[in-house]
């Protein structure tokens, strides 16, 4: 029997960069690093919710003062988490058209510089947009903000011009699709038989990974 101590587990963590309830994730996403270091590994990977956000949210929240209504639900939903502030114009003065220009080029990152990069530019992202309101559609920023984090310009640049890092984005989404993802946040464990969505607590999270680890690779957790 593998030595529980030794065992890593894998999570395959799916979002939408302009999501409110993955900003409100990110804490917990930190505390796993924290408390289960080179124990768990999160792999990131990107899901359509705005990918038309001028669609989507006029449709949604309607067509005369949408904008204005999410602002204001976008708010109310980070308000009770302190570490999850939501500038006042959030959705006001700048409004991205989709967050698949985000995705693309962090998934250029992922093969350009690595997964821990990849990592850090997606929470780069959300502070731009979620503490500062800028535009994370327009990826001359997007760029802008890699080169600040040391990321290689041109590679990225190289990366979107022959396809790979669309390629990659379009697994994503393709691998999304085949686990039954619904939307932002998701965090996939036990190689698919185990589902998490939404404001989900870093106590359950700390539960299911716990049970994880606590049994044999060819046994499925009862969580």
Sequence with gaps: MENKMNREIIVDYYSDVLCVWAWIAQPRLDELARQWQGRVTVNHHFVDVFGDAHRKIPERWGADDGYQRFNEHVRHCAEPFDASAVHERCWLDVQPRSSAQAHLLL??????AGAQALANLALVIRRAFFCEAQDVS?????LELAGEARIDVQALRDSLRDGSALAAYSSDLRRAA???????????LNEGR??????VGYRILHANIEELLSHPEDEASWC
């Design 107 to 112: 998934r250029a990152v992922g093969l350009v």
């Design 138 to 142: 327009d990826m001359e920023l997007l």
């Design 194 to 199: 185990q589902t998490l969505y939404g404001n």
């Design 178 to 188: 085949d686990l039954g993802v619904r939307g932002s946040p998701t965090w996939i």
